[in-house]
Every structure is written in C-alpha cells, then in structure tokens.
DNA sequence: ATTAAAAATGTGTTCGAACACATTTTTTAC
DNA sequence: GTAAAAAATGTGTTCGAACACATTTTTAAT
C-alpha cells in the first residue's frame, strides 16, 4: 500500500470503478438509485483506495451561510467574560473564508429575566447553532430544550448543565479543580487548619462552588485521613472584612484560604492590611486585581479557568461540525493551569 | 458602514467598478495592463467595501503541493520526542485537505553526524519547507544558512538557535521557566539551602541548562537580594547516586532542588530512597517515570514544555504561510504550564 | 486615413464536490 | 410485444479565484 502523492477525486473513482461521477456520489451519499452491481463496483474501489473528499471543494459549492449565535453575560458587569469575547473574536477572524454569521448576544448576568429575554429572543432568530453560557441552571435548561425542539444545536461552555438537549460542554473539571487547589496549599501550608472561602456569589455559582469543595476536601481526606482540619466560610459584602478578621482572630491556626471565585483579591486585600502571619491564598481567574495582588506576592496561586479558549473552542466545535461535517464531542475539558507571578502573562496574551 | 451578509466576490468589485472580473484581478495582483481610469474605479470599490479573498476558492486551483520536511530526533533514543510525532501527525490530519506532503525524519540525538547526515538528505529532497529540532547549535546554524541559500524555508522548535535564516521559532523562554520555577521552591521551601541540578547531559543542552539557571538565580537575587544560598550541582553517570548522597550529607539545609532536564525522576528515586528530611524536587517534562514521583509526592511540580504542541504549531504556521498567505512571525512562546499530582493528566492527553 | 503594434479589457476554463436535470436502461403491466 | 412506469446512470452547472487566451480599444507610424 503506497502513500499517493496526488489526491483521489470523485472522478478518479469513476474512471476507476467504470461508473459515472454521478454514481459514484450517489454511493457516497447514500442516495440510493444504484444498482447493486455498481454499488459493489464503487465500493470495491473505495475500499481499496481509501478515497477522501476534498474539504474545500465541498465547501465551496456549499452557499448556506451558517448562523451561530452566542450568548454570555455582558462583559461590563463582569469583566471575567471579557476575554470571551476575544476568543469568539479570534475564532471569527480564523473562519472568516467560511460561510458563517456569527453574532453575540449579552445578557445581565445578575438578572435570570434578562437571561431569559436574551434567549426568546435568539430563539427568534432561528440560528443553526447557539453557544450558550448556562449561568443559570434552571433557566438554562429550559431554554436550552426549546431550542432543541426547533432543531437548533445547543452548545454549552463555563457552567455544566446537564440535558439530552445540550449536545457539547466545554469547560474545567471543577472537582478536579478543588483538588489541584488543595494540593497547592496541601504543599504550602505544613498541614495547619485551612479555610474555604465562598465569596460574595448568589445561588448561580452554586453548583459551581461545590464542585470546587468536593474535590478539596476529597484530596485532604484521601491524603491526610481527616478533613476536619477543613473550615468552610460562606462571605457576603457588606460584612466581608468584619467577619474575615474574626475569623481569622478565632482560629490562629488557619495558614491557607482557597476562594472558590474569581473575588479572590477582596481577600486578599484584607489579608494584606491586616494579619501578620503568613497566610496562603488561592483563588481564581487572571482578572486584573487578582494578578495584581500575585504579582505582589499575597496572592500565591490562581486557577485558570481559560475563558478565552472555552469561547474559542466552543466556536470551532460548531465549526467543525457545520464545515467539516465533524461530529461534537459529548464533552472538551480544558487543563486546569496553575498560575503564579512568574507565569501570569502567558496566560493572558 | 454595514456588516455585510455576503461576502463580496471579484465578480461583485467587478460590477460595482463597472469592469470584468479580469481586470479586478489585475488590479489586485499588481499584474499591470490597467488603465488608470480602470486602476482608480476599482480601488475606488476596493476602499469602499474592503474585500477578503475567498481563500477556499483560491486554494482549490491552486494545484502545487507544499512539501514539508519534518527533522527530530528519533523517539526510540528518547521518549520526549514521541509527544512532537504525535503533534505533526494531528497536524497532517487536520490539513489533509490542503496540497500538503508532510514528511518526518528521523536523527539520532546523541550524534552530530546522524544530525548532519539527514539534514544533507532532506536538502537533497528540495521541500518547500524544513521544520527542525536545531538540537546541535553550531551544526543547525550550518544546515539552515544551507537550507537558506536554496529558498528552502527554515522554521525551529524546542531550541531557540539565533540566525537570519531561520524563520520562525516555537518554544518556551527558558529563563522565565528558571523564574518560575524558582516562586514555587521559594514558596515550598522556607528558604533554606537550593541547589540546581544539571544532570547527565551533554554539551548540547548546555544553553537549555544556562538560561534556567539564570532566570533562576536572578528570581532569588531579585526577591531575597542574595543567591548565596543556591549551590549549582552538575551529575553525571555513573556517579550521580553517591555525588548526590553526598552532597546532601555535606548540606544539610538543603531543602529543595531544581532539576533543569527532564531527567527528575533519576534524582527523585535517590531522594526517595536515602533521604529522611522532606526535600523539594522541580523538574521538567511528563515523561512517564516523571509522573509517576509527581503522583507519588515526590517530585513536587513538573514544567510543561509541551513538546507536541510546539511541533503542531510549527507545522501550522508553515500552513498558514503557504495556504492562506500569512506571515511567519519571529518567535511563538508557548506558556510555562505547572504540573502538579491533580492536573498532570489534563497535559498528556 | 489606413494599418500595424501595443495596450487594455473581456471571456472561458480549471480546480472537486454537490446536486439538478437529462438520458438511458430495466422492469412491469396488459 | 409494446407502452408506460420505474430505476439507473450520465451530463452539466455552480461555487470563487486564477490565469490563459481572445477580443476590443487605443496609440503610433506611414
């Protein structure tokens, strides 16, 4: 069996099988209309010569413009989503020979009703695809069967949803998540008492938060027989810095906190000003306040969740699938990059 | 100025400049024999609606096959290359539509001739393109002037060799990976005694090992405004067992090393065996027997350098050059990626 | 003013797959 | 055995860019 050095075309599978390239697309196809003695004659050739189309010419013929619409919390409520956008950006940028419409829709991400207008009104629309960010369980599942219902693909990233309607997820393995965090500090902090932090989050993060302390807590039990070491402190604005300092008065053990949110540099703030022992700090996402405060040294490790590529890939699977007639991965799990002040800006383009 | 829906075409411009197709093609490959009354309407259009080649339809005439050399060293001397095979071959799978011959070649690491003789066969093969592991630096800077001299494209990963005729480079900046590897022992280690451990290699790697070594040192220099306290330790088999016991007998306030090649695991296994006081252990590369210690607990952290992903982006960006006309940047960096026990499985795919 | 040469412009074909449509062959019915 | 229906097969066009080639227009020369 030798490499060939020219491509088979449809034509050469013809001339091959002694057919018509009609035939032989027919074959292809599964069009039916063939008769059993060219359907083998096809077939044999095919087998033999391991045909494959040429993506391009495909394509090329194929003048559907695919529409894809996407939608994540608009950024200026939380400028975690910004690099979203950048990655649905570059992902435009990288396709834009191909017939694709790709439009953003924001919605507030404080608010489950603007959630769900955003979505009537992509419904609307009637998109091929949509790449959603399912903050809300709920809602999302709601929202995401009625767009299965009018055939349109549901593609998820960020926030796990689980439904038959939701064809792929791109995102962390959170539990997985809280166990490299636990590891970290596991290795930072001499075994004294730990705290997890839950930051100022509403019901939304919920899922998300716990995932996260499943998986700490699980590495610490698996590793040390005993999770009761292991404080779980639940922090809300505006008492934040009041209850923090108590508690850190109260328990003059606690050496390492993980805050399960990207609110880490509030922590970290109040830390800073306040205490006097060294105390480790965990958190998440390279927003800008955060890398400040690890660039200083009171922060010692982020989590990177990579929004930028969850968006980017989101993207590309639908991509895929449209242009390339690739079928969609159940599920895509990014790595979970650890950041400190040395690696930050690799990560941050 | 709308967002157009479809995108123009030369036939399109052709029109709306009250022209043939032909002449748009003229003016838009520079080919001459255009009025300048023609010249200026069809700018004039070009300005106005700002159009983007359909580069699927270009490539389909396009019939020339882009031929790419592909040169590393045989994975059978060191398993670290098996993750770049694995890179170009997701590479040629993606690509496989394109006119592309992607071929790899293989040299022995440990031999400059092997090196030099498959260098001299691949020029013998005339490819529009070599993309090459430059292991051996004087001899690389000798094969790539002479790839140079014959219009053959010189792209390099994994060693940065400096010279005009290559292109492009994908890799780490190694002294940054000193740096970061220095933040982690610095926060694991109390600051007690470092050492740097060169292990086992060759000449060739002298480069790889300096710039670690400094990104490292100067980490301490910067933070702790001394670098006394850094010992730098240079292995070699067969005495690398009783050196090390050793040295760590004669040092007892040793409290974490740095291994600056991928061979930790050599160390870890003396550590883990002799040792009683916990000792910090960084190294390099998800080699199997380095995943293993890091599982195990001792190795701490391994950097990334994510072998397969600089060979996949090498070819890439040779792609990009010769399908879709981009321009090679100088460098591509890749990020320092930390690997602990928790997230190493998401690295190695 | 006429013709040849040069310049400008337009037309037609190609790439490979997809599909509509035309043509041929086979089957069925009477 | 013949006509109509059904099945099978082949042909031609399209997508957009590139380029060879044909045609038209302009310029130069006598």
Chains 1, 2 share one sequence.
Not at 113 to 128: Q, W, Y
Not at 157 to 186: C, H, M, P, T
């Amino acid at each position: 069996m030798s490499v060939m050095d020219k491509k088979l075309t449809i034509k050469d599978i013809a001339r091959l099988a002694g057919v018509s390239k009609g035939t032989v697309d027919r074959v292809l196809h599964k069009r039916g209309k063939v008769s059993q003695k060219a359907f083998d004659s096809v077939n044999a050739v095919l087998n033999e010569m391991d045909y494959e189309p040429n993506l391009i010419a495909r394509n090329l013929k194929n003048n559907k413009i695919y529409s894809i619409s996407v939608v994540i919390p608009d950024p200026s409520f939380d400028s975690y989503w910004l690099p979203c956008v950048r990655g649905i950006e570059e992902a435009i940028r990288e396709f834009k020979a191909f017939n694709l419409s790709i439009k953003t829709h924001y919605f507030n991400p404080e608010s489950t009703k603007s959630f769900i207008n955003v979505n009537e009104t992509v419904l609307a629309l009637a998109p091929d695809a949509v790449l959603l960010a399912p903050l809300f369980y709920k809602e999302a599942l709601n929202v995401a069967e009625k767009y299965h219902e009018e055939g349109i693909i549901v593609n998820t990233f960020n926030n796990q949803v689980q439904s038959e309607a939701i064809k792929n997820f791109v995102g962390q393995d959170l539990y997985q998540s809280g166990r490299v965090a636990a590891r970290l500090l596991d290795l930072l902090s001499n075994n004294e008492q730990l705290a997890i932090i839950h930051l100022n989050e509403s019901y939304k993060n919920a899922v998300h938060m716990q995932e996260k302390e499943r998986g700490f807590r699980t590495y610490f039990s698996e590793n040390n027989g005993q999770d009761s070491k292991i404080i779980t402190l639940k922090l809300k604005n505006p008492s934040i810095e009041t209850n923090l300092v108590q508690f850190l008065e109260e328990n003059p053990n606690v050496t390492g906190v993980f805050i399960t949110t990207s609110k880490a540099y509030q922590i970290a703030k109040i830390i800073g000003e306040t205490e006097h022992r060294k105390i480790a700090i965990i958190g998440y996402d390279l927003i800008e306040e955060n890398v400040a405060y690890l660039k200083q040294g009171t922060i010692d490790f982020l989590i990177h969740q990579n929004p930028k590529r969850q968006a980017y890939l989101g993207i590309t699977c639908l991509v895929d699938h449209f242009i390339f007639s690739k079928e969609i991965p159940k599920t895509t799990l990014l790595p979970i990059d650890i950041v400190n002040s040395e690696n930050a800006s690799f990560y941050m383009e």
